[in-house]
Protein backbone atom coordinates (compact mmCIF):
# COMPACT_ATOMS: atom_id res chain seq x y z
CA UNK A 1 0.00 0.00 0.00
CA UNK A 2 2.86 2.15 0.21
CA UNK A 3 5.19 3.59 -2.28
CA UNK A 4 8.28 6.33 -1.53
CA UNK A 5 8.93 7.62 -4.85
CA UNK A 6 8.07 10.71 -5.77
CA UNK A 7 8.67 9.94 -9.53
CA UNK A 8 5.72 7.31 -9.07
CA UNK A 9 3.30 7.16 -11.84
CA UNK A 10 -0.49 8.10 -11.62
CA UNK A 11 -0.95 4.52 -12.11
CA UNK A 12 1.54 2.81 -9.47
CA UNK A 13 -0.16 5.66 -6.69
CA UNK A 14 -3.31 4.93 -7.48
CA UNK A 15 -2.88 1.34 -6.86
CA UNK A 16 -0.73 2.46 -3.57
CA UNK A 17 -1.88 5.60 -2.39
CA UNK A 18 0.15 6.25 0.52
CA UNK A 19 3.46 8.00 0.57
CA UNK A 20 4.15 6.72 4.23
CA UNK A 21 2.77 4.30 6.50
CA UNK A 22 3.77 2.66 10.23
CA UNK A 23 2.08 1.20 13.21
CA UNK A 24 3.81 1.03 16.11
CA UNK A 25 2.28 -1.46 18.92
CA UNK A 26 3.74 -1.23 22.65
CA UNK A 27 2.58 -2.44 25.87
CA UNK A 28 0.81 -0.15 28.59
CA UNK A 29 2.47 0.23 31.12
CA UNK A 30 1.13 -0.82 34.84
CA UNK A 31 -2.02 -2.55 33.02
CA UNK A 32 -0.43 -6.52 31.67
CA UNK A 33 -2.29 -7.40 28.56
CA UNK A 34 -3.30 -4.04 27.39
CA UNK A 35 -1.67 -2.42 24.34
CA UNK A 36 -1.03 0.64 22.83
CA UNK A 37 -0.96 0.57 18.78
CA UNK A 38 -0.48 4.12 16.90
CA UNK A 39 -0.68 4.39 13.37
CA UNK A 40 0.03 6.99 10.64
CA UNK A 41 -0.56 7.54 7.32
CA UNK A 42 0.24 10.20 4.64
CA UNK A 43 -1.73 9.70 1.63
CA UNK A 44 -0.32 10.62 -1.88
CA UNK A 45 -3.18 12.49 -2.76
CA UNK A 46 -4.42 15.59 -0.76
CA UNK A 47 -7.39 17.74 -0.98
CA UNK A 48 -7.93 21.31 -2.27
CA UNK A 49 -4.25 21.69 -1.54
CA UNK A 50 -4.93 20.37 1.95
CA UNK A 51 -1.80 18.71 2.75
CA UNK A 52 -3.00 15.78 5.34
CA UNK A 53 -1.10 13.41 7.58
CA UNK A 54 -2.84 11.27 10.04
CA UNK A 55 -2.07 9.42 13.25
CA UNK A 56 -4.43 7.42 15.00
CA UNK A 57 -3.49 5.82 18.31
CA UNK A 58 -6.02 3.26 20.11
CA UNK A 59 -5.97 1.13 23.37
CA UNK A 60 -6.25 -2.56 22.45
CA UNK A 61 -7.85 -3.58 25.96
CA UNK A 62 -6.91 -7.56 27.39
CA UNK A 63 -9.88 -10.00 26.09
CA UNK A 64 -11.77 -11.94 27.98
CA UNK A 65 -11.57 -15.72 28.55
Not at 30 to 45: E, L
Amino acid sequence: YVVDSQDASQEIRAQKPLREASVEVSEVPGRPGVYRAVAFVRPHYQLDELSVSLRLVAEMPQGSK
